[in-house]
Nanobody, 124 residues
Framework: QVQLVESGGGLVQPGGSLRLSCTASGLILKDFHMSWFRQAQGKERELVASIENYGIGTSHVASVRGRFVISRDNAKNTLYLQMNSLKPEDSAVYYC?????????????????WGLGTQVTVSS
């Protein structure tokens, strides 16, 4: 059974940092390109960052570029998202997803697997 389990979320003050993890079981992580998405209350789920299966290529949306960094450790079957200089508008449930084709990373319906999410709240 395939599982993606996110962890590392929580409550943090503006300007603070968090590191999210997504641990995979039941699949070989290097077979998939991986992404982090987020969904704020009352809004649609949006792509935050993606990383190619061997970690050579990454992409980050403009709103997080320079503050967030996506990375992966295939030996540990784990995906990461380092989030720095957090803002209240970063508050959301963060999800990791696994997709087979890099060109499909923008298409939510193309993802093969999803985690259940971890809540990030940025507030003073």
């Amino acid at each position: 059974q395939v599982q993606l389990v996110e962890s590392g979320g929580g409550l943090v003050q503006p300007g603070g940092s968090l590191r999210l993890s997504c641990t995979a079981s039941g699949l070989i992580l290097k077979d998939f390109h991986m992404s982090w998405f987020r969904q704020a209350q009352g809004k649609e789920r949006e792509l935050v960052a993606s990383i190619e299966n061997y970690g050579i290529g990454t992409s980050h949306v403009a709103s997080v570029r320079g503050r967030f960094v996506i990375s992966r450790d295939n030996a540990k079957n784990t995906l990461y998202l380092q989030m720095n200089s957090l803002k209240p508008e970063d508050s959301a449930v963060y999800y990791c997803g696994a997709v087979r084709r890099w060109s499909d990373r923008l298409i939510m319906n193309a993802y093969d697997y999803w985690g259940l999410g971890t809540q990030v709240t940025v507030s003073s």
